[in-house]
């Protein structure tokens, strides 16, 4: 687990931000996806980024978002790694590059329909890449659904970029999942909460007991 980068998406509160960050994590997701039931405002974000362990990233989450809002959310809570949940263009991250060149670019990708030859078409432009699963309503992301792992290790073994593996995580499965596909690092989200929006401090004990 020592090489593993662990994130926890879906913070909705300073008082999850600071009982998930009493464990090993290196990132928390803040979501501003307008469909997102785990959506968040700007001064909520603001609070929870001011009360955050130094240790811990701070990653902002867009789908289909302006370019112009992405840009104000970063000047505005001062936070330069962004994820990006939709169907953006190459284009898309290629300008946020030419407007801040100091911007770390997370482009999350449905791992069913994701191929290593789509993924290196982004490579100059993206840091990093998030394999994530579909639910029936074509959401992706929190749904609780694994990723096919078959696919995310085809393409972790290929990819020249680094890999985050998320969809459906939980304590119960995220130790074969790492084995299998051998990940940059993990997203976690559902299979840590007790409800929507709210993480589990008993669910991350025990996720964390399992992986080490």
Same mark, same amino acid.
């Given at each position: ?32 996806? *307008? /469909?997102? %039931? ?5 001064? @909520?974000?603001?609070?929870? +980024?001011?009360? =955050? ?47 801040? *060149? /100091?911007? %770390? ?5 449905? @791992?069913?329909?994701?191929? +290593?030859?789509? =993924? ?93």
């Amino acid at each position: 687990m020592q090489n593993i980068r662990v994130k926890v998406c879906g913070i909705t509160s300073v008082y999850d931000a600071r009982m998930v960050c009493s464990f090993p994590i290196h990132a928390i997701g803040l979501n501003f996806v *307008k /469909r997102s %039931k785990r959506r968040i405002s700007y001064r @909520t974000a603001k609070e929870i +980024i001011d009360k =955050l362990c130094p240790m811990v990233e701070p990653i902002l989450i867009f789908e289909n978002e302006k370019i112009s809002e992405v840009i104000y959310a970063c000047e505005l809570l001062g936070i330069n790694t962004i994820q990006l949940h939709g169907i953006e263009p190459v284009s898309y991250c290629s300008d946020l590059k030419r407007y801040n *060149k /100091r911007l %770390k670019i997370i482009k999350a990708f449905p @791992t069913k329909e994701a191929s +290593i030859t789509q =993924l290196n078409a982004y490579r100059r432009f993206c840091d990093c890449f998030l394999l994530d699963s579909y639910d029936r309503n074509n959401q992706m992301g929190g749904t609780g659904k694994p990723s096919d792992w078959t696919i995310a290790q085809e393409i972790v073994s290929k990819s020249r970029s680094p890999i985050i593996l998320a969809g459906g995580l939980t304590p119960d499965n995220l130790s074969n999942a790492l084995k299998r596909v051998k990940p940059f690092g993990v997203d976690l989200n559902s299979g840590v909460e007790s409800k929507i929006g709210k993480k589990d401090k008993s669910m991350m004990e025990k996720l964390f007991g399992e992986i080490g």
